[in-house]
């Protein structure tokens, strides 16, 4: 049997929530499980992500795949960052998932904006016409 960690979806139409279980990669995505490792809640204006982290370790050692949406929660979580120290041989014991921050978005400047930009930094960088200009000989 190949397991799989993978999002089964719940909720009112057009407003999911997802639980994270282990099930057999044949079963459908809202079908029969093997356990529910979990909870995700985009809908929020932070997303709710809850995991039971001893859970989750022991089916990713035991060959669990997570899916790739699953999987990048999981790297947020930190305990992809665990398990991977565990899988190196390092020693885990007492240490616990830290969250990553989530990076900050850059504004999106339009080609009008950033020609208007260059434009003046062009001319900042460009020496006054007064300077430029030579005295005339006397």
Do not use: C
């Not at 809908?43 to 370790?57: G, P, S």
């Not at 978005?105 to 016409?129: D, F, G, H």
Request: proline letters at 7%; a positive charge.
């Amino acid at each position: 049997m190949a397991a799989v960690i993978r999002l089964s979806r719940f909720g009112k139409r057009h407003h999911p929530t997802y639980r994270v279980v282990v099930t057999d990669r044949r079963k459908a995505r809202d079908g029969q499980f093997i356990e529910q490792l979990g909870f995700y809640d985009p809908n929020l204006k932070i997303a709710d992500v809850r995991f039971e982290f001893e859970r989750v370790m022991y089916w990713l050692g035991v060959g669990a795949q997570p899916s790739d949406t699953v999987r990048s929660l999981l790297k947020q979580q930190g305990i992809m960052a665990l398990f991977h120290e565990k899988r190196a041989g390092r020693s885990i014991d007492g240490k616990t998932p830290v969250p990553v921050a989530p990076k900050a978005k850059k504004a999106k400047i339009s080609r009008k904006a950033k020609a208007r930009l260059e434009a003046e930094k062009a001319a900042a960088a460009a020496p006054p016409a007064e300077a430029t200009a030579e005295a005339p000989a006397e």
